[in-house]
């Protein structure tokens, strides 16, 4: 049996430091940001570059050699040797070449060259990456491109350099570019509304977003020991503990030491490379924690959100941690969330969610809404596929997350607002209130005129929605860029009928009673968790997907084809591409699952099991040796015959399953028979499992249990 882990754990725990370094002096120190371009480039190159990242002009191409020039330099100067083109690959994750600054010369010396064809275009071997077709095997070329609207960075000695990623023939293979074109059609789009209601000022619209990362963090000791988390991420067994989270007093709860020394090395480390690291507390779960990052372009904050997933995990290794990802890597506990936090902002720094102090006459606010409001009973099924992964399924419609029903909640204000309207009552204003809880000694506080509704999948939260459904591991770039992209669909739809309208207003106020009147059945006040709403959707007609594969499969249906074509977001051979990706994904992460589990079964988990049987048996006979009876021990004995005959039987029928699945042609079939029958399976043997861990000695079991993980740090 593995030696189990002390509970003392002093050396990791990092004393407070003397002195204090004030984030302001190092904040960002690691980026090539505004501030270092602005000192370094020539004032026509910085102009020519704010143009082109600010409000959206053309790249020219003719700057790209004096910025090579002053990035190289201040890289070097940062202690780079090399530079990569970063890029975020059809995988999920994010991939990386490296190639050094240096150049040999004729006298066997090197000089440091990085050139304006070097900045604006790599190529990395696109071989390996998922394609879905869009390349031949053979077809080896691939392309990245610089994105010059989200910021370079050093990182580990290298100058790391935001990309697009494309094929040889220019169809794109990552989650950058789609993002970025649909930040432009949802530009466009935007644009045409703000003119019509005589804005002239606002050069460009952005979306932004503010991710809420939910993760565990449990030992290293334990996650070495445990070879479902090395492989998985997820404990495919593990009985329950005693206790679990139903005191809540973990939520909010003080920090332990370790991991206020992890979360400060954490913050430091992040604001270093210009990630606003915001907020940290512990979440609901033991172990169980969150951090939320400030609000920025959705482009540098999809950026910044795969760097404090990286950074996570690289820092808890520095402190004998290990950070886990995973959607739910402990099962009967809260799984771990990605909250996406959502709005619309002009160049100009007016957020276009901001209801204003009087919604009753903010027409075009209420344009906006009703442009959500469209896009996501139109287009749910598009949003609900971006965030299905085989991780996401066993948190969706659990305790902690909401059932993959798309459903949005505008709060009191805005649903008696949009009641008064498609009943063409007068418009009531509803007015704030103060309180000191009746305690002299307390100053007022504003109460707001509408509550937060934690279980809805997307609810307005005062100047934006928050996205609940995206899973913890998961690239904000994928939700983003349908959500970007469903709305810009609706403001063009918007739009299209608001212009030549002689009085704006009045228009307005019109078509948004009009997508009240049809699209309402998308709007829900009440607890999403309950089991009745689930019965309400169904009566509404809204899409209820719970099976990951059904909602990749959706990928393909004409109306959303449709969509991502009309707003040059993607192509059909691209949508295509990235469903038979996401199908085969979803195939081998199970692949990947089912076969750990089949080894820990027959490596660990039956030899511990015939282990202790052995002991009992020798107990046993042992007591019959000197005439004594132990029922007990007897009935012990039995139902480890039965819990490893057991064990056995849902061992072969996993391996049955698996090479059953294994042996069909890779897409929707055989993705549907990995999640219907392979992961049925997988319960089954689960189930058995759990239970004879529950009834055999802790020091016999060979895996650390869920009580030694998650109440140890």
Request: hydrophobic content about 40%; aromatic content about 8%; charged content about 25%.
């Amino acid at each position: 049996m593995p030696e189990r882990v002390p509970k003392s754990h002093d050396s990791f725990i990092t004393k407070q430091h003397e002195t204090f370094e004030d984030p302001t002096h190092y904040f960002g120190e690691q980026v090539f940001n505004d501030y270092v371009m602005r000192t370094r480039l020539s004032s026509a190159t910085y102009n020519s570059l704010k143009e082109t990242i600010d409000a959206g002009e053309p790249l020219d191409s003719s700057i790209a050699g004096e910025v090579a020039a002053a990035m190289k330099q201040w890289a070097v100067e940062k202690g780079a040797t090399h530079y990569t083109h970063w890029f975020m690959p059809l995988t999920g994750t994010t991939g990386e070449k490296h190639d050094a600054f240096i150049q040999p010369t004729t006298d066997g010396h090197v000089i440091l060259e990085f050139s304006g064809k070097a900045l604006i275009k790599g190529e990395p071997d696109a071989s390996s990456f998922p394609s879905g077709g869009l390349r031949r095997t053979d077809a080896a070329r691939g392309y990245t491109a610089w994105d010059c609207t989200s910021p370079a960075f050093v990182k580990d000695g290298t100058l790391y350099i935001p990309t697009a990623f494309f094929s040889h023939t220019g169809e794109v293979l990552d989650k950058r570019a789609p993002l970025l074109r649909s930040v432009e059609a949802l530009n466009r789009q935007a644009m045409r509304i703000l003119r019509l209601f005589g804005n002239t000022t606002a050069r460009k619209v952005v979306s932004t977003i503010g991710p809420e990362q939910e993760y565990f963090i449990i030992d290293a000791a334990h996650y070495a020991q445990r070879p479902d988390l090395r492989y998985t991420g997820r404990t495919l067994f593990g009985a329950r503990s005693p206790k679990g989270q139903e005191l809540s007093d973990q939520y909010y709860g003080e920090l332990s030491d370790r991991i206020v020394a992890f979360m400060h090395d954490l913050d430091v480390t992040l604001w270093r490379l210009g990630v606003s690291a915001h907020t940290k507390h512990n979440e609901v779960a033991p172990s169980q924690h969150e951090l939320a990052i400030v609000f920025d372009p959705s482009s540098v904050a999809a950026d910044n959100n795969m760097l404090v997933m990286e950074t996570l995990e690289k820092v808890a290794i520095r402190h004998g941690l290990v950070c886990l990802l995973h959607e739910k890597p402990f099962a009967g506990l809260s799984g771990s969330g990605k909250h996406v936090n959502w709005s619309l902002a002009t160049d100009e720094g007016e957020n276009l969610l901001e209801a204003g102090n009087d919604v009753t006459h903010n027409y075009r606010f209420m344009l906006f809404l009703g442009a959500i409001i469209a896009a996501l009973d139109t287009h749910g099924d598009l949003l609900l596929l971006s965030i299905s992964t085989p991780a996401n399924e066993h948190r969706l419609g659990s305790h902690e997350a909401p059932p993959a029903i798309l459903s949005m909640n505008v709060g009191q204000e805005l649903q008696t607002l949009i009641e008064c309207i498609e009943n063409d009552l007068p418009l009531v204003r509803m007015n704030e209130s103060q309180t000191n809880l009746g305690v002299s000694s307390m100053s007022l506080c504003t109460v707001d005129t509408t509550d937060r509704n934690r279980t809805s999948p997307f609810a307005y939260s005062g100047n934006r929605f928050e996205f609940r459904m995206p899973g913890s591991s998961i690239n904000v770039a994928g939700p983003c860029f349908i959500l970007n992209t469903i709305v810009a669909q609706s403001l063009s739809d918007i739009a299209d009928e608001l212009t030549g309208a002689e009085d704006v207003e009045t228009a307005a106020l019109r078509i948004f009673k009009s997508i009240i009147l049809r699209h309402k059945r998308i709007l829900y006040d009440g607890d999403n968790y309950a089991t009745t709403w689930s019965k309400e959707a169904e009566r509404r007609g809204l899409l209820r997907l719970d099976s990951a594969v059904e909602a990749i499969h959706r990928y393909i249906d004409d109306k959303n084809i449709k969509v991502l074509e009309a707003q040059n977001v993607l192509t059909s051979a691209e949508v295509m591409a990235r469903h038979d990706v996401l199908l085969e994904h979803y195939a081998n992460v199970l692949g990947i699952e089912a076969r750990t589990a089949i080894d820990m079964v027959k490596q660990g988990i039956l030899p511990a099991c015939m282990s202790y049987l052995r002991d009992l048996a020798e107990t046993v006979h042992a007591c019959k040796q000197c005439g004594l009876i132990s029922e007990a021990t007897e009935r012990q004995l039995a139902y480890m015959i039965e819990q490893i005959d057991c064990i056995d039987d849902r061992l072969k029928r996993l391996e049955t399953a698996l090479t059953a699945a294994n042996a069909l042609p890779v897409g929707l079939t055989q993705a549907h028979s990995f999640s219907s029958e392979v992961k049925t399976a997988m319960d089954a043997l689960r189930e058995v499992v759990d239970e004879t861990e529950l009834n055999m000695p802790q020091d016999q079991w060979p895996y650390p249990s869920y009580g030694e993980m998650l109440y140890h740090i």
